[in-house]
């Protein structure tokens, strides 16, 4: 309906009518409310919406034509890893290139506060080996010294600015080796002092504007050296006392990768806990702490097909008797991604590392399409990295797992044919995979990417359907910020969007109206982001006008654009018309604008 602001609030010209700083003219609303989309204005001041919907009779100091697009409120991404690049970077993409106007980061129990001096080394190489971002990067793109607690990390935070706005947890892991020292990053068990002294830095965070605390369980992530993320093993007695922590500050959510998330993991000994297991913890932090937990939520390939609906039954029983859990499902299957650019089957061959791991993309090309230097390659075994826990330990996957990779075209499809895959292709060529891998990666002078992503039945699709759709999940997952050379993930907020609402062919689509509520109100009340989130009166003026038609994903690009000249890949989009932070445009017609209105969220 049509809501009116308060006059005084609003500027008058000298003829006495009202002047708003910008007006959204004429678009289809979908307002994350859940109702259905109509047609209509936003105007805005002073950062806020101050009326919307039907026409808005007023002057603007500015006015967005949206006839025929998409007005709706900026994604909030909940799952990312920008804790390094907020030192070095303001554009903060991919997330501001995909309509993201909030981020969460400080997942995965991994982060950069607390810190005491000496200690940096090893949260990079910790961050390295879970998130995949390069050490050099943080290294020399971060600005140490400039905090210690976390409080003092969020001081620092909030004299920068942004193209988005940003909120940070504090991850167990730091937590653990700051106050624990070299006892709490190889995981020996918490003293009760230790236990009561975390406590104290988990409130004191919260208390100063931490949106949350996270921790990781899964012994898959790992430092670069092969330890495990500080508090893998944690008892329940140490999960119960940051639950206490949190308790006593009446803030923050509670963020966990529970054990078992992504499989029994038995080649690295296997996990400690069960997915039931870790539940029934998840829904006693819940009911000691008061505060609501969040988890990552995927089917893994080594249980019972249907534990995560298991999973989903006992959080709707939780729920039920009190407790506060949402379980974070993703959009669309986690994709490993392979390229010349970034990890591929071929990257530890001798002859590779001698001859191409240090020429420019084009020279690669070249030099690999030699017969003899082809034939080398092919034929050769691996060297495997020096560093245990490095990503680059990926090789050996894609040469298990040629054959069911799947090569990205533009736009990316994401659930592809069986038909598609190298190993179908490779056998209708009469060829090996690997070998038609091999020349697939230096198709197109090597700008070619492939996909192990699981997408070759519409039942993996419905599965994801059937998690976005309960009334408890939350979405997230995009890892924006990290695994930048293996994972595009950060384009997931617009492929839910274009994949659910508008492309699915081999199953049910999701209303647009469900969908846009899913990554806007509903993650902004999880995180108790009370002003923002929907399109109302008074609520901050985040803001995406989108082509609905013309929105697409294209394959990764390769951008050396991180400090030392790290690369990274991002996916180009396209059919953002606008996106607004604050009631400013930080991206016009898929281009950054420049404009930094985004700030520190303090919880």
Request: charged share 20%; aromatic share 6%; with cysteine.
């Amino acid at each position: 309906g049509h809501i009116s602001y308060a006059e005084e609030s609003i500027g008058k010209n000298s003829k006495g009518a009202l002047v708003f700083d910008c007006i959204v003219k004429g678009g289809t609303l979908v307002d994350g409310l859940g109702g259905q989309a109509e047609t209509g204005d936003v105007a805005i001041q002073d950062g806020h919406i101050a009326e919307v919907g039907g026409r808005i009779n007023g002057l603007a100091k500015r006015t967005i034509d949206a006839d025929g697009a998409l007005v709706t409120p900026g994604w909030i991404d909940l799952h990312t890893h920008y804790d390094g690049q907020v030192s070095w970077d303001s554009e903060m993409a991919p997330s501001s290139h995909n309509g993201v106007t909030t981020v969460v980061m400080g997942n995965c129990g991994v982060g950069f506060a607390p810190v005491q001096e000496g200690q940096e080394t090893q949260l990079i190489e910790l961050m390295e080996g879970v998130e995949d971002i390069p050490g050099s990067a943080l290294h020399e793109g971060m600005e140490w010294g400039k905090w210690e607690t976390f409080p003092e990390y969020l001081d620092y935070l909030s004299s920068r600015e942004f193209s988005l706005d940003v909120g940070a947890q504090i991850a167990h892991g730091s937590l653990r080796y700051y106050a624990m020292g070299e006892r709490g990053r190889l995981n020996e068990d918490a003293t009760a002092s230790d236990l009561s002294l975390m406590g104290d830095l988990v409130t004191e965070a919260l208390d100063a504007g931490a949106v949350g605390f996270s921790t990781s369980r899964i012994i898959g992530h790992r430092s670069l050296w092969g330890e495990p993320v500080p508090g893998t093993f944690a008892p329940d007695q140490e999960v119960l006392a940051i639950a206490e922590a949190m308790k006593k500050s009446s803030k923050g959510v509670f963020q966990m990768i529970p054990a078992g998330t992504v499989g029994k993991m038995e080649s690295l000994g296997g996990e400690k806990y069960t997915q039931q297991e870790e539940h029934d913890l998840m829904v006693r932090v819940s009911m000691t702490s008061g505060r609501p937990v969040t988890f990552t939520l995927v089917q893994s390939p080594d249980y019972d097909p249907d534990t995560w609906r298991e999973i989903l039954e006992l959080t709707d029983i939780a729920n039920e008797n009190g407790a506060k859990i949402y379980p974070q499902v993703s959009s669309r299957p986690i994709g490993f991604l392979t390229g010349l650019s970034g990890y591929h089957a071929f990257m530890r061959r001798p002859t590779y590392l001698r001859e191409v791991a240090h020429l420019p993309l084009h020279e690669k090309v070249a030099i690999m399409s030699k017969p003899e230097i082809r034939k080398a390659i092919l034929t050769e075994s691996d060297i495997p990295p020096e560093a245990p826990g490095s990503m680059e330990n990926v090789y050996g996957l894609f040469n298990i797992a040629a054959p069911a990779l799947y090569p990205l075209e533009d736009p990316v499809n994401y659930e592809p044919d069986l038909s598609e895959c190298i190993g179908a292709r490779a056998s209708a060529s009469d060829v090996d995979p690997i070998d038609y891998l091999y020349d697939f990666l230096i198709e197109d002078g090597g700008t070619r990417f492939a996909s192990l992503s699981a997408v070759d039945l519409p039942a993996r699709m419905d599965v994801l359907q059937e998690m976005l759709l309960h009334p408890s999940t939350v979405t997230g997952l995009s890892d924006a910020g990290a695994h930048v050379t293996l994972i595009c993930d950060g384009s997931m907020p617009t492929t839910q969007l274009t994949y659910w609402t508008r492309d699915r062919s081999k199953g049910e689509k999701i209303p647009l109206e469900f969908i846009v509520r899913k990554q806007t109100a509903l993650n902004a009340e999880l995180y108790g982001f009370i002003d923002r989130g929907t399109l109302e009166v008074g609520k901050k003026a985040d803001i995406n006008v989108i082509d609905h038609q013309k929105l697409q994903v294209s394959p990764p690009v390769p951008h050396m654009d991180l400090p030392m000249g790290g690369t990274r890949l991002m996916q180009p989009v396209n059919g953002y018309l606008n996106t607004l932070c604050s009631g400013i445009s930080t991206r016009e017609f898929d281009e950054d604008t420049g404009n930094r209105p985004g700030r520190l969220v303090r919880s």
